[in-house]
């Protein structure tokens, strides 16, 4: 199995980026799919999932500025970020989950700096 997080990058506050997460070597229409995140100093918090069916969930920091996304035809999941912060600073991690299986991506680096 493979998670392969892309679209990380330094972008100033207030502005907009798109994560993708490639998955392959799973079923991946039948995951759960998470971005999580980890701060300098943190532990690595949830940011958003999007089940293989059902509602998605949100962490309340990023209520109504992140939204996440599948496409089970290209394997993918993406979060948008808009309106970033620099709180957001982290490195961005996917997750697919079923179960007792769990499988994570290597991250990706988001930085939000003037």
């Known amino acids: 199995v493979q998670l392969v997080e892309s679209g990380g990058g330094l972008v100033q506050p207030g502005g907009s980026l798109r994560l993708s997460c490639a998955a392959s070597?799973?079923?991946?229409?039948?995951?759960?799919m998470g971005w999580y995140r980890q701060a300098p100093g943190k532990q690595r918090e949830l940011v958003a999932i999007i089940p293989n069916r059902g509602s998605t969930n949100y962490a309340d920091s990023v209520k109504g500025r992140f939204t996440i996304s599948r496409d089970n035809a290209k394997n993918t999941v993406y979060l948008q970020m808009n309106s970033l912060k620099p709180e957001n600073t982290a490195v961005y991690y996917c997750s697919a989950n079923r179960g007792f299986d769990s499988y994570w991506g290597a991250g990706t680096q988001v930085t939000v700096s003037s």
């Open positions: 070597g799973l079923m991946f229409s039948i995951y759960a």
